[in-house]
């Protein structure tokens, strides 16, 4: 017990509590040295003092805390509460306390206060404060730190409560007004831009009831001994890869944040057309959106991107040529790779791509006439990409 309260004097004494324990022994000291009792009875009441509030906040508060966030995923500048339901699970005593709540996101760690704390033997209250999202990324919302201070001000001790929770900070999502669909239309009626459609093979897989027999594979199941059935896709319906260029030597300044917001608003607007989307991202990931998947995953991973060096442009460029999954290939990069070279390798997928549209942040220096068949949309930042987007009279 004495080390218990040793440990906690230690990480809890304030400046206050550091000095009267050190006067209280000068004092002590001095009154048995020169014989002056009064001394010597101030120097014990310090000691006394300082041991009982040591004692006063050493017992942890039996309390009961648990925490959510409203809501779990926003945008980037949009309100987030964070609500706390704090319940004193003493029958007995009361409890007089303050929190602060630990938020660390992107670059940032903050303590949120909470209003000063007075509970009464199994009461309960909810207390609600602002989620920072000023920043995109994913921000780690507790634990609770409940401290208790003693009268005197002597001792400040802090206790964790209750479990993390978890808010995605997605990019801004501008609103853009339609979305190229290549040359290729849906069957079921999403777009129609070319004459015909198609429907082939994919893939074998295992026989299920209610399977059409005229699609069995007789051949591959008499030698697994295994009905196997044709599996079959649509290869008319639209399918658009977006590209983010998350080098970070290609920006300058915020440039890199106005190209994810550019990527948000892209693949927001291409989901909510009923069409699907790859994202890549030129350091490798890759994942897909769509009418069944939704843009909640492709939104979760711009919002925890973050820029990786050292990543070479050309292999990126070589995975859309050579697995080409879509027929429309949007490209979103920084002005610092304007110099030509670059662009003219982005240009390439024209070859392979029927529509090719490219966003160069900062680049408003760049020409539309050094590209040929793809179209650019220079932009300063991400409002007046989807400006110049809106702007684009048919794709």
Not at 349 to 361: C, D, M, N, Q
């Amino acid at each position: 017990m004495l080390d218990r309260i040793a440990d906690l004097a230690r990480r809890g004494l304030t400046a206050r509590g550091i000095g009267l324990p050190l006067a209280a022994v000068a004092l002590l000291v001095a009154g048995l040295v020169f014989g002056y009792s009064d001394l010597a009875v101030l120097g014990t009441a310090g000691l006394i003092a300082a041991i009982g509030s040591v004692v006063w906040v050493a017992s942890r508060p039996p309390l009961r805390v648990q925490r959510r966030v409203e809501p779990a995923r926003v945008a980037r500048g949009q309100e987030c509460l964070g609500v706390v339901q704090i319940r004193n699970g003493s029958r007995w005593r009361s409890a007089a306390l303050v929190g602060e709540d630990h938020c660390a996101g992107r670059d940032f760690e903050a303590d949120q206060p909470l209003q000063p704390i007075r509970l009464s033997p199994r009461e309960e209250i909810t207390t609600t404060y602002q989620v920072p999202t000023r920043r995109r990324g994913i921000v780690d919302v507790g634990p609770l730190r409940i401290a208790r201070r003693d009268p005197l001000g002597l001792v400040r001790l802090a206790w964790p409560y209750g479990k993390a929770a978890r808010v995605w900070v997605h990019p801004r999502v501008y609103p853009l007004l339609h979305v190229p669909v290549g040359t290729n239309r849906s069957l079921d009626g999403i777009v129609d831009k070319v004459q015909h459609g198609s429907i082939t093979f994919h893939a074998l897989r295992e026989y299920v009831a209610g399977d059409d027999l005229r699609h069995v594979h007789w051949r591959t199941s008499a030698h697994i001994g295994q009905l196997m059935v044709r599996e079959h896709v649509d290869t008319s319906l639209p399918r658009i890869a977006v590209v983010l260029d998350d080098r970070p030597e290609v920006y300058d300044g915020d440039g890199f944040e106005d190209a994810v917001d550019a990527a948000a608003s892209v693949v927001t607007a291409v989901v909510g057309s009923g069409l699907t989307v790859d994202l890549h991202l030129a350091s490798g990931a890759l994942i897909e959106g769509g009418p069944d998947i939704g843009v909640q995953p492709l939104l979760d991973l711009l919002a925890e991107v973050r820029p990786v060096e050292g990543t070479p442009f050309g292999s990126v460029l070589q995975r859309l040529r050579h697995r080409r999954r879509g027929d429309t290939a949007i490209l979103l990069t920084g002005s610092g790779s304007t110099d030509g070279s670059e662009l003219n390798q982005a240009a390439a997928l024209s070859e392979v791509y029927p529509t090719v549209v490219i966003g160069a942040f900062g680049g408003s220096d760049v020409r539309a006439a050094r590209l040929p068949g793809v179209t650019l949309i220079a932009a300063a930042d991400a409002a007046a990409f989807a400006d110049g987007w809106n702007a684009v009279p048919a794709w």
